[in-house]
């Protein structure tokens, strides 16, 4: 098999030679064969490097890896005196697969040599650390050893955002690369074309490519294969050809089975081979060696590893895990730390059930789930979980948990917290099944999953919010959206409190103002019990800010709905200079309850040229409501002279056959101003509107319109006078 991934290697070269730094990718992506790639080029330009390939070594002290590597006396005076050939060049340590370090011990005396490498070989060597995304995510060790000041930074295709050092990122192979890669392997090119979506994304991992490649030199044509959508499927039928059928396949197990529990006992990826070794299993082990199940490895050959890491986690899952959730726990049991460095083979395992056996799937589901014990409780939680969000594809693989939640069975709102933490963490587009599955959800809401349910629902909703090409994805985005609403409401009747006012808020409120075109009529009536809220003492301003940012979404389906939003924020005006604090633990910052209720306002103001020009009357009946009352109150009632009422300002005249109102304000002296208040730069974009369609002969039928609804809803002299203005 040949991978041409030429850019690749020239960006990480440059990323190696330019300072310290990890690299990152899924377990199969190609680091083990990029950084043996890369040390191979150095040897044959005789530059200084060094290839530790920690999962097939099986050392954990620096006293073994000595006699490993046959040096003598201290390891960093052995790589300091090192030829270097300039002062410009620098030797390259490169420790592959960190995460194959599964014992404490290990992990702390490479953690100890890459630091002491670092600290006191800065100037002549670089270190490179190969590990899985996970396991460098989940390693705030190692991640503080590497900080992004050192070194450049590769470009982004070769970065993730959520690994804070100096890392290389290598990515999965493109559809064109794949492509490439299938014209130097027999009949793989005819697989890859008629495989699914999910079997081609397989393929972009090239261990997944290894594995067919291999399964198709000695069978052409597998039928199987046409329903493979899964790496647990693929690995099945690879595990089948080269391990399980045949007249030795049982011999096969057995040796494997002395294989793998060795190393899970020792914690180590590789093994002595006299303690495995059966004798009169001769045809067993050169059967595995040569089909490259198990590999001879260390400088004597003197110890056995999996040909691949995968291969290992694979083979405890199917050898050393019985399936059933009783010998499950009692597996994990005799080890507390199996969770950990077995994560894999368990997720495997579950994988394997979730396709083989969905009804024991779901039983060990159910079984481990409420697990309290310690050493469970993160497996019990998260992996199971992972591996349904990984794996589902139709709403009905789904239904044993759906059904729990109809039941209102206590557990299943601990399932589908547990679900949709996964959803969110994994960050899987699988929208339209995963809306499916949330709006059968928002039926049964609790609130011990409401607010990640409007988090993942909110997600989904963002993913394809310019680019709806399924209309199903919409629709049940916005039934989410409402029934959360619904259910906001109906919690804020028995009892209000802040975090139920949050949700509300910065979620439920959202969502239905974004999906509000799938179904107006419930949605409007939905949110009008936003306009009232303003009638509680001390109510949650953040419902009203948050429907005021999204009002751009509303006004093209129902504009009567915007403009009484409108007349409903400018009708109220709030005082309390109360304390509120937002912004984030690190950051804290503050404003007031009237600094809040005037950024609503401001939503509004900065919004009306829009509405304005997507519905002029509603726009415009708006404006001039919400600026007779604050001209109102700002300009004319504080002014009133002793014994005069406002009642007796008004004057009347005809105006376009009809009775118009006139009440004196004196703009003529504060609207003169350069520094206007801020809602009269409605009224600025009013007449700016009312100029264009005057300048048009085509839209003076408009124009009218526009002064009919002056002539019945203006009340200040502000209007008349700006109109008079524009007009001259």
């Given amino acids: 098999m040949q991978i041409n991934r030429h850019n690749l290697m020239e960006a990480f070269s440059e990323f190696a030679s330019y300072g310290n730094g990890i690299v990152v990718g899924a377990p199969g992506i190609g680091k083990t064969f990029i950084l043996k790639s890369y040390c191979a080029e150095l040897v044959q330009k005789n530059l200084p490097c060094l290839y530790l390939p920690i999962d097939k070594l099986g050392v954990e002290t620096e006293g ?49 040599l890459i630091r002491r490498i670092i600290n006191q070989l800065q100037e002549v060597w670089n270190v490179i650390v190969s590990v899985r995304t996970y396991d460098a995510k989940k390693s705030e060790d190692l991640q503080d050893l590497f900080p992004t000041s050192v070194g450049n930074l590769p470009s982004s295709e070769f970065q993730m955002g959520d690994i804070r050092c100096r890392h290389f990122a290598i990515p999965k192979l493109t559809n064109d690369e794949v492509r490439a ?94 303690q ?114 990984n794996e589902a594809r139709k709403l009905e693989e789904l239904t044993p948990l759906l059904d729990s939640l109809s039941r209102t069975q206590t557990i299943a709102n601990e399932a589908v917290l547990r ?62 959206g409402r029934n959360l609403l619904k259910w906001i409401w109906s919690q804020r009747e028995k009892e209000k409190n802040a975090w139920v006012d949050a949700l509300g808020a910065n979620w439920a409120i959202p969502l239905v103002a974004k999906t509000f075109e799938v179904n107006p009529e419930e949605s409007r009536l939905l949110l009008e019990k936003v306009l009232n809220l303003t009638k509680e003492e001390g109510f949650p301003i953040n419902f009203l800010y948050k429907l005021t ?63 304005l020009r997507a519905a002029p009357l509603y726009a415009t009946t708006a404006v001039i409501w919400c600026l007779n009352q604050f001209i109102v109150g700002q300009h004319i009632i504080g002014y009133l002279k002793e014994g005069v009422k406002f009642e007796d300002l008004s004057q009347e005249f005809k105006f376009r056959g009809k009775t118009a109102h006139y009440i004196a304000d004196s703009s003529y002296i504060w609207d003169e101003s350069e520094h206007s208040d801020e809602p009269i730069k409605m009224g600025d974009e009013l007449f700016k509107f009312i100029s264009e369609l005057s300048s048009s002969q085509t839209k003076l039928s408009e124009l009218d319109s526009q002064l009919d609804v002056f002539r019945d809803s203006v009340w200040v002299a502000f209007f008349w006078r700006r109109l008079l203005e524009t007009a001259a």
């Avoid at 067993?284 to 590999?295: D, H, P």
């Avoid at 599955?437 to 989904?460: M, P, Q, T």
Wanted: proline share 4%.
């Fill in 549 to 611: 940012d999204e009002l751009n979404k509303i006004w093209p389906h129902d504009p009567q709905f915007a403009a009484s939003t409108y007349r409903a924020v400018f009708s109220y005006y709030e005082t309390s200079e109360e304390k509120t604090i937002f912004g984030t633990p690190v950051l804290p910052l503050s404003s007031t309850r009237r600094q809040d209720y005037e950024m609503c306002q401001y939503h509004l103001i900065r919004q009306f040229p829009q509405f």
């Fill in 276 to 389: 495995v070794y059966v004798v009169g299993a001769n045809d067993a082990w050169t059967s595995l060696l040569s089909s490259e199940i198990l590999i001879k490895t260390s400088t004597e050959a003197q110890r056995v590893a999996f040909s691949h890491n995968i291969l290992f986690d694979y083979a405890v899952s199917v050898l050393l895990i019985e399936d059933e959730p009783d010998k499950l726990t009692e597996f994990i049991a005799q080890d507390p730390s199996r969770p950990l460095f077995l994560r894999p083979s368990l997720s495997y395992y579950f994988t394997r059930l979730w396709y083989s056996n969905p009804d024991l799937f779901w039983k060990g589901f159910w079984d481990i789930l409420p697990k309290t014990d310690i050493h469970l409780r993160l497996f019990a939680r998260l992996l199971p979980a992972v591996v349904i969000v």
């Fill in 181 to 274: 890669t299938a014209e130097t392997i027999p009949h793989l090119r005819a697989v890859y074309e008629r495989g699914s979506v999910d079997f081609r994304e397989l393929l972009r991992i090239p261990f997944n490519l290894w594995l067919l490649e291999k399964l198709l030199s000695i069978q052409p044509h597998i039928p199987e294969l046409s329903s493979v959508s899964s790496e647990i499927q693929l690995l099945g039928l690879f595990w089948k050809q080269r391990v399980t059928e045949g007249h030795i396949g049982e011999d096969k197990q057995v040796l494997l089975t002395r294989v793998a529990q060795a190393m899970v006992t020792n914690r180590s990826l590789s093994i002595r081979i006299e």
């Fill in 64 to 112: 073994a890896l000595k006699m490993e590597l046959g040096i003598k006396g201290d390891l960093i005076i052995y790589l300091r005196n090192q030829k270097i050939p300039d002062e410009e060049t620098k030797g390259i340590l490169v420790i592959d697969a960190f995460d194959a370090a599964r014992s404490e011990v290990a992990q702390k005396f490479f953690l100890s």
């Fill in 419 to 480: 679900l949709l933490q996964a959803l969110r963490a994994l960050e899987i587009e699988q929208d339209e099944l995963w809306v499916q599955f949330l709006d059968k959800v928002a039926e049964h809401l609790y609130r011990d999953f409401a607010w990640d349910l409007a988090v993942v629902a909110s997600n989904i909703f963002a993913r394809s919010e310019d680019k709806i090409s399924n209309i199903s994805v919409l629709q049940g985005c916005s039934r989410i």
